[in-house]
């Protein structure tokens, strides 16, 4: 898969395209100025950087704009980039970092038992 690099400006505006698709422009910068306060020019820059990288299409009539990579892409990368940075690529040590600095409920326990069997097909 390509490399997806989203700032955090970008990923936050990103989720409400991903939550409202297909939205229009400028109901993206009504939906941002009530959620994160931002102001419609913030909004249009950070729109037409994501158009730019090939991130959302906007089509006329309305600029309605349309994801052009999916919340599990971007999830995928930054894990991978996480994972890489953090643990040398090591999905085992990622994996129990995590499990032992959190306490998980036995549903949860049985739930990525069930995930690492099915990983494993």
Not at 22 to 30: E, F, R, Y
């Amino acid at each position: 898969m390509e490399y997806i690099k989203l700032y955090d400006s970008e990923l936050k505006l990103m989720k409400f395209v991903w939550e409202n698709s297909p939205v229009s422009a400028k109901d993206l910068t009504l939906i941002a100025e009530d959620k994160i306060g931002w102001n419609k020019n913030t909004t249009y820059t950070v729109l037409k950087k994501l158009v730019s990288k090939g991130f959302v299409k906007r089509d006329e009539p309305n600029f309605i704009c349309t994801p052009l990579i999916t919340k599990e892409q971007v999830q995928k990368t930054e894990t991978n980039k996480l994972i890489n940075k953090l643990f040398n690529g090591s999905k085992k040590a990622f994996f129990s970092s995590f499990v032992d600095n959190e306490k998980l409920s036995d549903d949860e326990v049985e739930e990525l038992k069930r995930i690492i069997e099915k990983s494993g097909d």
